[in-house]
């Protein structure tokens, strides 16, 4: 248990549907991240809260729409995807500067 | 811009046997912080450990070992009588030294280990 938890673990939807997944972290952490792990490809951030505020959006499709309402929780809202971001979604927390990412285990999206 | 290169995309070892993991990385600040992170089949990536770049003593701890070459721009990553536990995948980032609380990784591809029995 990494004290960040992530929900649905696994996913399937077609391209016009809209679902969304979920982090939470009861880490006491005050940044989250949403990252994406494709096969044979660098993990790749996607965007960064801090505070609750967006600090980072690495050029990513308006069809992923994240949303912190919280420290503590973090959604990624999704809609009319593309079979090629079928993908292990990653969330992480942090907290200060020591680089230490804590991470859920991710939720495996299948687009159809 | 920032760069790590994990050539070694799987290796498969004998338990017992030693083995190495590359890293390479490419940046242009002076200054910056070196990880490994561990992805087991559960999919969670674990913290192992961080270097900061003016620290260039190499660091031992149980198994595990980590060869910090700032001329070559090298993290090799060494685990020592390998386990089948030890098998997953093994990631290599790197990130800026800079102020604020939010601080934002460059990942390798990673490197597939396998520890057969």
């Known amino acids: 248990e990494t004290g960040v938890t992530q929900t649905p673990r696994h996913l399937v939807m077609g391209m016009t549907n809209k679902k969304s997944l979920k982090c939470e972290q009861h880490?006491?952490?005050?940044?989250m991240y949403w990252y994406k792990q494709s096969a044979k490809k660098p993990l790749e951030l996607m965007f960064v809260y801090n505070f609750k505020e967006q600090t980072e959006n690495n050029s990513v499709p308006s069809r992923f729409s994240p949303e912190c309402p919280n420290s503590s929780h973090l959604f990624l809202h999704l809609h009319t995807l593309q079979p090629e971001d079928s993908a292990l979604y990653l969330c992480?927390?942090?907290?200060?500067?020591?680089?230490?990412?804590?991470f859920g285990s991710g939720t495996q999206l299948s687009v159809l | 811009a920032q760069k790590v290169t994990q050539a070694q995309t799987e290796i498969s070892v004998v338990e017992k046997e030693d083995v190495t993991l590359d890293c390479v990385y490419e940046t242009r600040d002076t200054t910056y912080y070196l990880f490994w992170y561990k992805q087991p089949p559960s999919g969670e990536l674990v913290f192992l450990i961080r270097?900061?770049?003016?620290?260039?003593q190499n660091e031992i701890s149980g198994r595990y070992s980590w060869n910090f070459q700032k001329s070559t721009s090298s993290f090799n990553f060494t685990i020592t009588a390998s386990q089948v536990v030890d098998s997953a995948v093994y990631f290599c980032a790197l990130s800026r030294i800079s102020s604020g609380s939010a601080r934002q990784l460059t990942f390798g591809s990673g490197t597939q280990l396998t520890v057969l029995p």
């Open positions: 992480a927390s942090s907290q200060g500067t020591n680089g230490k990412l804590f």
């Open positions: 270097r900061n770049s003016f620290d260039e």
């Open positions: 880490l006491g952490h005050n940044a």
